[in-house]
């Protein structure tokens, strides 16, 4: 049973107390057992039966869980480096869509790259991601778009779950845009997910969430519902991208459905964040994309006023977020969406455990809760997320092992 000591502080990040409580601890140390943890206190109180047990020491840095990436589209071919500089010039992302570009363009890729490849390709990111302080992702399909390439990309998560550390949720979204093969069949594609996809992918337990992107480029409001629904009768947890570029109606869905989350909402009207307050959804802050799209951001104050908890995730993509640094996406929650440094910290741990459905184990350093946690050379959260460096954390420890460079 292993006790880190000399920590300067410990932000345990509990639930309790709104988007800004995080519960610090001063001076604290932290217990645990194989994979969980024991005891978290101040050391000067560390009970007599761990006083004998091996020490580490955390070297005066601070502690916080281990950081949860609540969206991203891991595995993908290919980059999109050219639409980056036609959007630098002027061109939007619709626009680039319908130009043929965007996310049919990383489908062409995807569905050329072998399985094989997608996997040695994810396995890079996360190793760099864990670095980052990232000790779970959610990981979304989406750039297969037909019954093997779907499962293609589930099936690499699979992999990565079962030969490396950080934890893996995979979602199935299936649902991201109608392929061209099915321009002129849109009801067949719908039946494809809903017939085929949904009941395998919940069979062989390859998703444990179902998303769709609601837009005009992609679906309805009415053909998200029947998708979620679906998902849901097979036990898949309804996500939703949701009002990125106007008001879609996406909120009150995600709010109908009893979704985990809602993310994107840079264009949610009142009367959907009032739903989802009602609803208990999770707001999904997506800061990376909106400053790669130029884009108006989410004003999270609202949804922090309307009593709606917000998460801060990556969105980490090969178009509209083409970043998977988390502490980036926290530092941009600030500047641009509103949240103080503990809010965007709440957000992007124990709220983004939420917004995955894995709050009861993930998210917050507590007794019985998993040993994920990182060290981050800073004196507070204030100061840890204003400096803005590469890499302020000296050290990832998943399920109680610490991760070696
Ligand atoms: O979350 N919105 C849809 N999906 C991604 C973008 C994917 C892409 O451009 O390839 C997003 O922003
Ligand atoms: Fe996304």
């Known amino acids: 049973m292993p006790v880190l000591t000399n920590i300067r502080q410990l932000l345990t990040c509990r639930a309790e107390g709104g988007q800004e409580a995080l519960h610090p601890i001063e001076r604290a140390a932290l217990v645990w057992e194989g994979d969980t943890i024991r005891w978290v206190g101040p050391e000067a109180e560390l009970p007599a039966r761990f006083r004998e047990m091996p020490r580490l020491d955390a070297g005066g840095c601070l502690v916080a869980p281990g950081l949860v990436d609540c969206h991203t589209h891991l595995a993908f071919g290919g980059w999109r480096a050219d639409e980056f500089r036609l959007r630098c010039r002027g061109v939007s992302y619709l626009e680039i869509a319908r130009q043929g570009g965007g996310i049919r363009r990383t489908v062409a890729q995807t569905r050329a790259a ?3 490849a997608l996997y040695h390709r994810c396995l890079g990111f996360l190793r760099e991601m864990a670095r980052l302080g990232i000790t779970t992702v959610e990981t979304k399909s989406g750039y297969g778009l037909s019954f093997e390439e779907e499962l293609k990309l ?11 550390p950080v934890r893996l949720i995979p979602t199935l979204l299936a649902a991201h845009i109608v392929p061209p093969e099915y321009a002129d069949r849109r009801e067949a594609y719908l039946q494809l997910i809903t017939d085929e996809l949904i009941p395998h992918v919940a069979r062989e337990r390859l998703a444990e969430c179902c998303d769709v992107f609601v837009e005009e ?7 998200a519902r029947r998708i979620l629904e679906r998902g849901k009768a097979f036990g898949l947890r309804p996500k939703l991208h949701a009002d990125q570029l106007h008001d879609g109606g996406g909120a009150r869905l995600a709010a109908e459905v009893g979704a985990v989350s809602a993310d994107h909402l840079e264009y949610a009207s009142d009367e959907g964040i009032q739903a989802m307050a009602r609803a208990g959804v999770v707001a999904v802050a997506l800061p990376i994309a909106t400053l790669y799209l130029r884009q108006r951001p989410m004003d999270a104050r609202r949804f922090v006023e309307a009593g709606v908890p917000v998460a801060v995730a990556t969105d980490f993509n090969p178009g509209s977020a083409p970043s998977y ?7 941009l929650a600030c500047v ?34 998993k040993a994920d946690f990182i060290l981050i050379d800073a004196e507070d959260v204030d100061h840890w997320l204003y400096h803005f460096r590469p890499n302020a954390v000296q050290a990832t420890f998943i399920g109680g092992k610490r991760l070696e460079d």
């Open 114 to 116: 072998s399985e094989d």
């Open 336 to 369: 641009l969406c509103g949240l103080t440094p503990a809010e965007a910290l709440k957000g992007a741990t124990c709220y983004a455990a939420r917004a995955i459905g894995r709050d009861r184990e993930l998210g917050s350093l507590e007794p019985g809760k």
């Open 217 to 223: 480029t992609a679906f309805t409001v009415e053909e």
């Open 154 to 164: 589930l099936r690499v998560y699979r992999r990565l779950q079962a030969t490396q």
């Open 325 to 331: 640094h988390l502490p980036l996406a926290m530092t």
